[in-house]
């Protein structure tokens, strides 16, 4: 399980990574939750949401996508697009929880 801290406009969010997921365009990437200070220590760096879009495509392809195949140009843009569904899902999680 890896541990993303994200600073966002309402607080910072701790985003946990399931990395057995097969394929990373299949449902929710993260579990979303309040930091706690022992979760603090454990993840590797704080990252503002507006910059966490690069780490997040990376995750996509570290994980791949399982047996789903697409032409490449198609696969880039679906990656794309997980990765604005997941950031925007932080930003509301952020805003509906630490506001």
Do not use: C
Not at 39 to 61: N, Y
């Amino acid at each position: 399980m890896k541990r993303y801290l994200i600073s966002t406009d309402y607080g910072d969010v701790l985003a946990e990574l399931d990395e057995s997921e097969r394929n990373a365009l299949d449902g929710p990437l993260f579990r979303l939750s309040r930091p706690t200070p022992e979760a603090r220590q454990d993840a590797p760096f704080e990252v503002p949401l507006s910059a966490f879009s690069a780490k997040v495509l990376d995750i996509l392809e570290g994980l791949g996508t399982g047996d789903f195949r697409a032409e490449p140009k198609v696969m880039e843009l679906l990656k794309m697009e997980k990765a604005t569904e997941e950031l925007t899902r932080i930003e509301r999680w952020a805003k509906a929880n630490l506001a």
